[in-house]
């Protein structure tokens, strides 16, 4: 069980930075130098860019776990990135963080999403393997630098350096000190670009990247659960063996012996995210006691993350994980969605890379005759774009024939 939150000293908006918090005053700036705003701070202004971007409206129409028309209820890439960013703010909020710089990550790490979720990166990277792979994390990095086309004097957002380095590091560092990669091939996208603008791949990333990273890992855990619930591929008595919301369960039926299931089910995602808050604040003071981080540098540096679960709520999380895995992610059901989805990802990529003419205006131009690892990128990059509906839509004028993801 999760110790007391500790929750003596948190910020609430209005004290002064910690010394160890990102100052937008002092940040590294932008790969294209641009005048400053007179009214907003970079790390505002990127987060501004990232909310206006084509890329982030395009992710209302991205799988999270259920395909768009089971219903309108379910969670999309948007809504769970707008969910994530309103708990980093709250945990960079107490930790005297930069709360604008935490939700500008938290918005825009998922950028990078193929249709269909994880299942059509899968199907992309399989795909992708004769020229580096595919990699969300990466996509989302050529997205902000590359790929958004808006701006007369640059391509991609031209966010500041600390956004960028939160998106590709949010998780940890990608390299040791060596340049090795620490969990397999660090993907081509990010070391080019990182030559190019040096985002530090061996070091921590910012506190403020790290609520973005752990609110991420919050939000799907309950709203995961919501899902579940609602579409009777989770039962509360299921969820009442495992622990977490198993003891959340048993004080929401102590409290409110009536209530029904559907308020139930509500009780117990609010209070699991605030459990899950308050221990990622009383364990990030403690490491900050521990490590003493001075200044932004110190964190770069500290060899551990700052912003983690005790050890306690981690193992719970970890139980959580693997109960969502087995009975909702692996649920028969969710795995013949997938099966398709996997399907159309695979079909629509040979035919593009066969074919480039099939795409549109602006995607094809050159390809003919471009070497296979160009022709292949750009195929990659252009469905990696698209939505579920959009995904369907090509497969049905490409194949004549609607694809049944029911």
């Known amino acids: 069980m999760a110790g007391q939150a500790n929750l003596e ?5 209005y004290r002064p930075r910690a010394a160890y918090a990102c100052d937008p005053a002092r940040s590294r700036g932008r790969f294209c130098p641009e005048p400053e705003s007179p009214t907003r701070t970079p790390f505002q202004r990127d987060r501004d860019r990232i909310i206006h971007s084509t890329a982030f409206r395009r992710l209302k129409h991205k799988t999270q776990v259920f395909i768009a028309h089971e ?9 769970h990135s707008i969910e994530v960013a309103q708990i980093a703010r709250a945990l960079a909020r107490a930790l005297r963080c930069d709360e604008d710089l935490a939700e500008a990550i938290a918005l825009v790490h998922d950028f990078g999403h193929t249709p269909f979720g994880h299942t059509g990166e899968d199907a992309l990277n399989e ?3 004769p020229w580096g792979g595919f990699d969300h994390n990466a996509q989302s990095l050529r997205i902000v630098t590359r790929l958004e086309r808006r701006y007369a004097e640059f391509d991609g957002l031209n966010l500041t350096w600390e956004t960028l380095e939160g998106l590709v590091k949010h998780n940890g560092p990608l390299t040791d000190s060596t340049g090795g990669g ?3 091939p660090v993907p081509p996208a990010i070391l080019s670009y990182s030559q190019l603008h040096d985002l530090e791949l061996n070091r921590f990333a910012s506190v403020e990247a790290q609520c973005a990273a752990i609110a ?13 619930l609602r579409a009777g591929l989770l039962t509360l008595d299921m969820l009442r063996d495992v622990t977490l919301p198993g003891r959340i369960l048993r004080t929401v039926g102590e409290l409110y012996p009536h209530l029904d299931p559907v308020r139930t089910g509500h009780e117990l995602m609010r209070r699991q995210i605030t459990i899950m808050v308050e221990d990622v604040i009383t364990t990030a003071k403690k490491n900050v006691e521990e490590v003493k981080p001075a ?9 551990r993350p700052i912003v983690t679960f005790s050890e306690s709520m981690a193992s719970e999380e970890k139980e959580l994980k693997g109960f969502l895995y087995r009975n909702l992610y692996r649920h028969p059901s969710v795995v013949a969605v997938r099966r398709v989805a996997d399907r159309i990802v695979r079909d629509l990529f040979d035919v593009y890379f066969a074919d480039p003419r099939q795409m549109p205006e602006g995607w094809r131009e050159g390809l003919d005759c471009a070497e296979e690892r160009i022709k292949a990128r750009d195929v990659a990059d252009f469905l990696a774009g698209m939505t579920d509906t959009y995904a369907l839509k090509e497969y049905e004028r490409l194949f004549d024939h609607t694809p049944d993801l029911r």
């Open 9 to 13: 000293g948190i910020g609430f908006g």
């Open 71 to 79: 219903g309108d209820h379910y969670r999309t890439r948007l809504t």
């Open 127 to 129: 795909k992708m393997a």
């Open 182 to 184: 620490l969990q397999g």
């Open 216 to 228: 991420d890992d919050i939000a799907y855990n309950a709203h995961d659960i919501d899902d579940g």
């Open 295 to 303: 200044s932004v540098e110190d964190v770069h540096d500290a060899g």
